[in-house]
């Protein structure tokens, strides 16, 4: 054997050694962030300066400027320099296929430093739930009521539920993370064009609604075939409760949502799905689509299947939420010239009770660690964000936007030019920020679009914001939405799973689908919905049942 | 011990791939451990609670459980068979065909859908397969019913299976073609000297020749009769089909990816692998005896 092919081998062998220590390493003994600060109370900034040590997913879209990174780039920067706070990476992970949540239960599993301070997505709900039995985190109630500012407090109390998730035993374990409201409750879109060629008014309820969905059909002002029109484009596959093309409110005209928790009147929680109003709204789906006014497929359609024919033209109604004039209506106009929708309320049942299935106004939760040295750092930067950045006012710091050359930038006359005229192009520096989306106030979207709904002048960041990035008609639609404000029900359970959902629930669900499924398609009798509801209440219901009430009772005191 | 003085780089180049292999199949074995435990992430596999056989009564404890694994088997099993047939008797064909362009069009034609995703051929399926689509208007054409391919218990297997057959067949056939070209010409030119004709030749040439690669590739094949096709059931079935769809797979997802059930997944995931082992084993036997076969 030559000397030459015996260095080969030697040389893949040390490289593969190589690799694998690699591999071994790295992680771990990294950090002790015991910086030497006494016990400091809340300042606007701190002197010498304070650490919050945390960990990044970083959304694979999301770019980086100027050879900067997640660790350290002018969010970090600007907090060091504003309130004296390090902010400390421990690590950061691309959060593709779960990645984030992967490397935060391999670090929680196998003992690492755990961060300060993390905000975790509401994909990634189970994680936070369990982040929160492992202990590490602490409670944040009374830290929330001594800190935060009345900004940020009021925000907060615009939906008391927020904080359900995130209690045990009464304490107050995460802090959740506010969102838009009602950015998933829902309308119904409708051809405005087919209702003046036909001369008919918009339907507000479902009797009005049956003869304009047989207009549809049978004198289609465009002059489709019967066959061809979708009057009503709703979709089933994954459930009966969700947001394109949601059947949900057909059962809310008859008193219940499907697959949600909802508040009876004894004040206990019930489970949507196996109410009496269920059997009415299922066998009035069913009288629609022997009619055809439903797609003869819904219950292999997806949500985004249900927009196919109303971008196609051949769809006169489709519920969806508020922004949907912007995407996927505004293309109907290319297949069918002349096409217009309009946003109009959900119509209300046979004794005039109109129910759609309401939003939750948090997407995740931030947790504060039980050893953090200056928890109230953390609510020195998030009440500045909630103060000047969720809705800022005309002078603000950001009013036009973050930070100059990142989200935004001016042109030599100082006036805001288009993004994608920013040097070095445009970055979401939002989503460098402590907590995902900076800080967001739930009522002060809507609030803005009924502002411009009126014609106002948009004037605040949020309001130009709106006005420029969202489809034309979601000031109306907005409208439209708020007006059946009463009409939003959220789903009351919004607990850890509980031991009974765990091994029940997916049966539980797949009976559901399948008994709706098959009195639809006339497989079944409609009267088989009550031997549904049986077997639900036997097979584990019953349990399940009692579960969530223990939970609404615990959350109650 | 003289031959290890000669041959130890060889045992030393073997060496990464042993690591490896030691590393990344055998170590996480250990993680089976989580089968018999509440397994939460923080608590380890030394802190989360013993539970026994638990999970694995849970998979037989529901009302659905034995449907499921009845479905996955009929499905898996027949998707095995027709896969093995199919390009079996396709490459047999093909290997007729003696314009060597039309040979190799054809070839590349039919393996193309194999690179496409479940999750794109599932939409244009859903499409074609509608009951006012394309196939059922072809159908009509005939003066037959349309048939709801899809959402019809009596209709869904059959759909899952001949549109996998369809998208692999065509990358299956390689194998064969691949053993055909291997074929000793010097037997055919024999045959014809005593005056076999082409169909004679393929009988008692060919089809004996490619049997030992058939078995190896059924065989193998053996080890997935447990594995339905989850990107396949997943993007076509519907709460219509769950009675003949749902497959321990999609079953899996939705109680253990979903709620994070890890110990419970791991359960049917070390069910699942028992099976495939014992059925790996039976087969290897089985060929060994009829096809004298060896595979390792």
């Not at chain 2, 065989?219 to 749902?246: R, S, W």
Request: with cysteine.
């Amino acid at each position: 054997m030559g000397i030459k092919k015996t260095a080969a081998v030697l040389l893949t062998t040390v490289l593969t050694a190589a690799t694998l220590a690699a591999c071994g390493g790295g992680a771990g003994s990294n950090s002790n962030s015991a910086s030497a600060t006494t016990e400091n109370a809340y300042k606007e900034k701190y002197d010498p300066p304070v650490t919050i040590s945390t960990v990044w997913g970083i959304d694979p879209s999301l770019k980086f400027k100027n050879g900067e990174s997640a660790e350290n780039n002018v969010a970090t920067k600007w907090a060091k320099d504003k309130f004296g706070i390090d902010i400390k990476s421990l690590w950061s992970v691309t959060d593709t296929n779960g990645a984030f949540a992967t490397k935060m239960r391999l670090s929680m599993s196998s003992g690492q430093d755990m961060p300060d301070v993390v905000t975790i997505g509401d994909t990634d709900a189970q994680l936070a739930q369990d982040l929160i039995d492992s202990g590490i985190y602490s409670e944040v109630g009374p830290l929330f009521d001594k800190y935060a500012s009345d900004t940020w407090k009021a925000a907060m109390a615009e939906d008391p539920n927020v904080w359900n998730p995130y209690i045990r035993e009464g304490k107050k374990m995460g802090i959740p993370v506010l969102d838009y409201a009602y950015n998933h409750d829902y309308v119904l879109w409708i051809r405005q064009d087919w209702l003046d060629k036909l001369n008919m008014k918009a339907p507000t309820t479902m009797d009005e609604l049956e003869k304009v969905m047989d207009a549809f059909k049978t004198k289609n002002p465009d002059g489709l075939s019967p066959d061809k029109v979708i009057p009503l484009s709703i979709g089933f596959k994954n459930s009966m409760n969700t947001w394109m093309g949601d059947p949900s409110w057909i059962f809310g005209a008859y008193g219940t949502l499907p697959q949600q928790w909802n508040k009876s009147a004894d004040g206990t929680l019930q489970y949507g799905s196996i109410q009496p109003g269920m059997k009415q709204g299922l066998s009035k789906i069913k009288e629609w689509f022997d009619k055809g006014y439903i797609p003869k497929e819904a219950a292999l359609w997806d949500e985004n299947k249900t927009s196919e024919p109303a971008v196609a033209g051949t769809a006169g109604i489709l519920p969806g939420p508020y922004w949907m004039s912007g995407w996927p209506l505004q293309d109907t106009v290319k297949n069918a010239p002349g096409a217009v929708w309009k946003p109009i309320a959900i119509p209300a049942g046979p004794d005039g009770k109109a129910m759609r299935h309401g939003t939750a106004t948090t997407n995740g939760v931030t947790l504060i660690n039980k050893n953090m040295k200056n928890p109230e750092a953390f609510f020195t930067y998030q009440n500045y964000m909630f103060d000047h950045l969720a809705n800022p006012k005309a002078d603000s710091e950001f009013d036009n936007g973050l930070f100059k050359g990142y989200d935004y930038d001016l042109d030599a006359s100082g006036k805001v030019m288009p993004i994608d005229k920013i040097p070095g192009g445009y970055v979401n520096s939002v989503r460098y920020l402590l907590v995902r989306d900076g800080a967001r106030i739930p009522n002060a979207q809507m609030d803005a679009l009924l502002k411009l709904a009126d014609g106002a002048k948009p004037e605040t960041r949020l309001e130009r914001d709106i006005a420029n990035n969202y489809g034309p008609l979601t000031p109306e639609a907005a409208k439209v939405l708020m007006s059946q404000k009463d009409s939003s029900y959220p789903n009351m359970f919004t607990g850890p799973t509980t031991q009974s959902m765990k091994t029940k629930m997916d049966y539980l669900n797949k009976i559901e689908s399948q008994a709706f499924n098959e009195i639809i398609y006339g497989k079944s009798p409609v009267d088989s919905f009550d031997t549904f509801v049986q077997t639900w209440k036997s097979s584990g219901g019953d349990d399940v049942t009692k579960e969530v009430n223990d939970w609404y009772s615990s959350i109650q005191k | 011990m003289k031959t290890l003085r000669k041959t130890w780089p060889f045992h030393v180049m073997l060496l990464p791939s042993m690591i490896f292999l030691l590393l990344f199949s055998y170590i996480p074995m250990g993680g089976i451990v989580m089968a018999f435990q509440d397994y939460k992430a923080w608590r380890g596999f030394t802190g989360s609670e013993w539970v026994g056989l638990e999970n694995f009564r849970y998979l037989f404890e529901r009302q659905d459980s034995i449907q499921v694994i009845w479905n996955t088997l009929i499905i898996a099993v027949l998707k095995l068979i027709f896969n093995l047939f199919v390009p079996f008797v396709f490459a047999l064909l093909l290997n007729e065909i003696r314009k060597v362009r039309l040979q190799r069009t054809i070839q590349t034609m039919v393996y193309l859908p194999h690179f496409l995703s479940w999750v794109i051929l599932g939409g244009i399926l859903i499409d074609l397969l509608a009951t006012d689509g394309f196939v059922n208007r072809i159908l009509s054409s005939f003066g037959v019913q349309p048939i709801f391919f899809l959402g019809d218990n009596d209709w869904f297997r059959f759909t899952v299976i001949v549109s996998d057959v369809w998208k692999e067949f065509g990358y299956n056939t390689i194998i064969f073609l691949a053993a055909l070209a291997g074929i000793n010409p010097a037997l055919y030119e024999a045959a014809e000297m005593d005056g076999a004709s082409r169909f004679r030749q393929t009988l008692h040439i060919t089809i004996p020749s490619i049997v030992p690669i058939a078995a190896v590739v059924g065989t193998l094949a053996l080890g997935n009769v447990l594995n339905a096709g989850f990107d396949q059931i997943f993007n076509l079935y519907n709460p219509l089909v769950y009675e003949k769809g749902d497959i321990i797979d999609t079953f899996v997802y939705r109680t253990a990816i979903l709620n994070g059930e890890m110990g419970f997944g791991t359960a049917i995931g070390l069910f699942k692998s028992v099976i495939s082992m014992v059925l790996i084993l039976l087969s290897y036997r089985a060929a060994y005896k009829w096809a004298n076969y060896r595979i390792f």
